[in-house]
Nanobody, 127 residues
């Protein structure tokens, strides 16, 4: 599976962006997918994740109510809608997919659980 993340850019605080993670491969619909972000000098953390059929979602506390993850398996694409952006959301955002398509409800996904990674897209939120 190859992942291509897109949609990053420069936005003012309070603005919105929608990231997309497009995947190759016919089995993508069976994978769980996560969006991770990494700011300079910080660890890579999961902000949102979705299981294979969209029935189980995870959001980091810092983005709950502002970010929405969704997937369109017919298009092999997972989206991250980001609203009410804050300067602290500034980071490189990566999408990642794992062969195990399920998520443990409430459990924070960690990078080591994911098998495939996209190249990252930079999100910069100005104050």
């Amino acid at each position: 599976v190859q992942l291509q993340a897109s949609g990053g850019g420069l936005v003012q605080a309070g603005g919105s962006l929608r990231l997309a993670c497009a995947a190759s491969g016919r089995t993508f619909s069976s994978y769980a997918v996560g969006w991770f972000r990494q700011a300079p000098g910080k660890e890579r953390d999961c902000v949102a994740a979705i299981n294979w059929n969209g029935g189980t979602l995870y959001y980091a506390d810092s983005v709950k109510g502002r970010f929405t993850i969704s997937r369109d398996n017919a298009k092999n694409t997972v989206y991250l809608q980001m609203n009410s952006l804050k300067p602290e959301d500034t980071a490189v955002y990566y999408c990642a997919a794992r062969l195990a398509g399920w998520l443990v409800p409430g459990a924070k996904p960690i990078p080591g659980q994911y098998d495939y990674w996209g190249q990252g897209t930079l999100v910069t939120v100005s104050s």
